[in-house]
């Protein structure tokens, strides 16, 4: 459909999907369904499900990843970049750290166990380490684990999708499936 097109770009093939699978998919009698896809989807029962909090996307797009804590200072070397592990996991010899290869602004100690997340680690700030002023590593009483901040918000490339979807002016791509529909009464 589209081997004729120069330079196809992802908003155009974007497009060309998105109306195909409106106009012609979602349309037509699908040979296993015995019926539309949207027939199916708006008469049956209802097998979706939620999509996780971006949070939980983030870190489900991470990889495990096994380090040796060094002794003299507490850190763990991913990437060139130093990271400290708070003191009160200096007795971890091996950690455990949840990161995205392409993201080291989100690296997080994790559970060799469970995988639970433990907490978040941050880069070694090599301004005041340069000081000089070092204090004892010890194990303080626990303290719970640092929150993971709020999402940064919706990505650029989906905005626009969204913007020429809705130029088009066609109907939504679902129709919300009500549970129960109200029987008309007719008063005389």
Known sequence: ML???ADLTLSQLNEA???????E???AK???LGTTPMDRYLHHRDVGRP???SAALKLAFTAEIKRTQRRSDGTISLGGIRF?????YGHFQQVHVRVASWDLSQVHLADPNSGAILCRLFPVDKNRNAEGHRAARNNPLPTPPTPIPP???MAPLLEKLIQQYAITGLPPAYLPKTTSTPSPQTHE
Do not use: Q
């Open 3 to 5: 081997e004729g097109v």
């Open 30 to 32: 699908h040979s296993e």
């Open 25 to 27: 998919y979602n349309r």
């Open 51 to 53: 999509c996780p909090d």
């Open 17 to 23: 999907t998105l109306a195909w699978v409106e106009m």
């Open 84 to 88: 400290e592990v708070p003191s009160r």
């Open 151 to 153: 999402p940064s918000g």
